[in-house]
């Protein structure tokens, strides 16, 4: 079955930097759109990212455009979001998916931005 397993979150200040990883097994990774979503304290999940199979096409919000990046590597299964210039507002618990909803989805890594 699809698992996912998120890792890379922390305690940073505003302006530092993150690089979130997840690890993946179970499903023909190569082939698939891949997402970041998070969800803020009190607050419902919200799409972040979302990649296309061989890289080519990424897409934001518009709340992170700039400042996120999101890669893949389809010989090691893996997905990344690279966050830079963070702020408070992007404390969350971040999940990558298979969905942009995240209805599928890993079991978090807390980011906490605060000085």
């Known amino acids: 079955q699809v698992q996912l397993v998120e890792s890379g979150g922390g305690l940073v200040q505003p302006g530092g930097s993150l690089r979130l990883s997840c690890a993946t097994s179970?499903?023909?990774?190569?082939?698939?759109?891949m997402h970041w979503v998070r969800q803020a304290p009190g607050k419902g999940l919200e799409w972040v990212s979302t990649?296309?199979?061989?890289?080519?096409?990424?897409t934001y919000a518009d709340s992170v455009k700039g400042r996120f990046t999101i890669s893949r590597d389809n010989v090691e299964n893996a997905l990344y979001l690279q966050m830079n210039r963070l702020k408070s507002e992007d404390t969350a618990i971040y999940f990558c998916?298979?969905?942009?909803?995240?209805?599928?989805r890993g079991q978090g890594t807390q980011v906490f931005v605060a000085s």
């Open positions: 990649i296309n199979a061989d890289s080519s096409v990424t």
């Open positions: 998916a298979t969905d942009n909803r995240g209805e599928t």
């Open positions: 179970g499903f023909l990774f190569r082939t698939w759109l």
